[in-house]
């Protein structure tokens, strides 16, 4: 049988014994499309049934959460951890806590995390989870009942050699001290390496709250740099105004570039005059509040309620809010006013007719499997650390990260013309990914 048959095949069989679960069927067809190639080449992996059995977790688990409010009322979430491949280190991803987390939604994160973190070079295998839970509105101590009850139960499935979680949307700083501390409790360990995104304070990294947006835009700097471009005066516009967001604006603006937009899932913010961080860093980090708020601050500025940031003219578009967030209209309409780039922060936030557009129109598009793979990899470095009882300088780790997203920006772009297709991130990412993933489950036998 052709590559290309087997895939569609095996795509068929993933969407009838996984029914419902349209966003991870959605990465699992962006990937399996660009693998008909590889599996010409390697029959080994047919014969292995290697893409088979990458398409099927390791292990789910789904558990209650209960937790009480502040009122004293019950309340009960639904929480996740899917762990979906271990061949080359323990599972590794983050967690999300927010209303519209199912299984479909952490299946699609713990498959994009696979190749991602094997893209990384790092010894970390993909995993995802997180909780139906709505952080929005809630006080400090709901966020630790929720975050301890969390704990309670998957603390069993973690280790820094079994599991090791981490922030994503909902899930920051904050949170992995309320989860750290209860592991910690429970487990009578001082286990350093079971969580990261920990704070410098006690056993974080430097940069790893930076990282996932501080890599996003060291990618797009090597996309440009390979098409004789740069950063320096382009304008850029950044949706979402979380910890990916805010980090990719300060890379940015670090470089040279002007950030003229950013959002949250209410509206739209249009500062023509370029973003001030500093005012939306202290509304977001610092008094945790919508960003509307922004032009009680800046008085050009506006807020465009519902707006859609896409529509903003820009050279240079960073999607960093979440899947699906840009769309086959808007990836025209951003081609039309003269976009020539984009890198994204977030996972999958582009539809497949998106990303069509972008690479018919020939735009410089990194996938975020490639482009954010910073956070993830900054999280080994944190890792290394632990493991090591270490504390590495701020300068030293940074430069770590822009090696290692600049190593994953040459893999990709030499991998792709080696099937043919220069310039395209999409095929470049996929096949290395798959590739490291699938020597070493070779190389493990049939388990
Ligand atoms: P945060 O929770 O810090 O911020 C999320 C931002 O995205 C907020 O501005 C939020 O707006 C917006 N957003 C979230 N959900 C929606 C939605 N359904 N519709 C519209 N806007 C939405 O999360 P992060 O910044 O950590 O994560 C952002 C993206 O980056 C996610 O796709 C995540 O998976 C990805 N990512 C994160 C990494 C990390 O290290 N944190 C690493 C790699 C990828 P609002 O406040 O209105 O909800
Ligand atoms: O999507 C991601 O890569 C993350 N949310 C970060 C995962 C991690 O383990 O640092």
Not at 113 to 121: D, E, R, V, Y
Not at 159 to 183: K, M, S
Not at 223 to 244: I, P, Y
Not at 324 to 342: H, K, M, P, T
Request: neutral net charge.
């Amino acid at each position: 049988m052709r590559g290309s048959d087997r895939i569609e095949q095996i795509y068929r069989d993933v969407v009838r014994r996984n029914p419902g679960e349209t966003e991870f069927h959605q990465a699992v067809k962006e990937v399996l499309e660009t693998l008909g190639p590889v599996l010409d080449k390697h029959p080994e992996y047919a014969e292995h049934k290697i893409i088979e059995r990458l398409c099927e977790p390791e292990r789910q688990l789904i558990f209650r959460v209960p937790w009480q409010d502040d009122r004293g009322e019950v309340q009960i979430a639904r929480g996740f951890r899917v762990g979906f491949n271990s061949a080359l280190g323990p599972y590794k991803g983050g967690l999300r806590f927010h209303p519209s987390v199912y299984l479909g939604i952490v299946k699609f994160l713990g498959f994009e995390q696979t190749f991602k973190n094997a893209l990384t070079g790092l010894p970390i295998g993909g995993a995802k989870g997180g909780a139906d839970f709505d952080p929005k509105g809630k006080s400090d101590g709901e966020i630790m009942r929720f975050c301890q009850s969390f704990m309670t139960t998957l603390y069993h499935y973690l280790g820094e050699y079994t599991d090791v979680p981490a922030g994503d949307i909902g899930v920051g700083t904050r949170e992995i001290g309320y989860l750290f501390g209860q592991y910690k409790r429970i487990t009578n360990r001082y286990e350093s390496g079971v969580l990261t995104g920990k704070s410098p304070q006690w056993g974080g990294s430097l940069v790893r709250r930076e990282a996932t947006g501080y890599g996003t835009v060291y990618f797009v700097e090597e996309m440009l740099k390979a098409r004789g471009d740069g950063l320096e005066g382009k304008t850029c516009t950044v949706s979402g105004s979380g910890n990916v967001a805010l980090h990719v604006i300060e890379k940015l603006q670090q470089l040279g570039a002007k950030v003229v937009a950013c959002s949250d899932s209410n509206g739209v913010i249009y500062d023509e005059q370029g973003v001030d961080l500093q005012v939306l860093k202290q509304l977001k980090e610092v008094e945790r509040r919508r960003i509307r708020h922004y032009v009680e601050h800046r008085g050009a500025a506006q807020y465009l309620e519902n707006g859609c940031i896409w529509d903003i003219p820009c050279q240079v578009a960073l999607p960093c809010a979440t899947q699906n967030e840009l769309d086959e209209a808007s990836a025209r309409r951003l081609v039309e006013n003269g976009c020539i780039a984009v890198g994204e922060g977030a996972n999958m936030p582009t539809t497949p007719g998106g990303v069509r557009v972008f690479l018919n129109a020939g735009v410089a598009y990194a996938p975020g499997k490639a482009a954010n793979a910073g956070g993830v990899a900054t999280s080994a470095l944190e890792m290394q650390q632990n493991a090591s009882r270490d504390a590495w300088t701020f300068e030293y780790t940074e430069r770590r990260l822009r090696e290692i997203m600049q190593n994953i920006h040459r893999d990709c772009f030499e991998t792709a013309k080696e099937f043919g297709s220069p310039g395209n991130y999409v095929i470049g990412a996929n096949i290395v990914g798959f590739r490291r993933v699938a020597q070493a489950m070779l190389a493990f036998g049939v388990i």
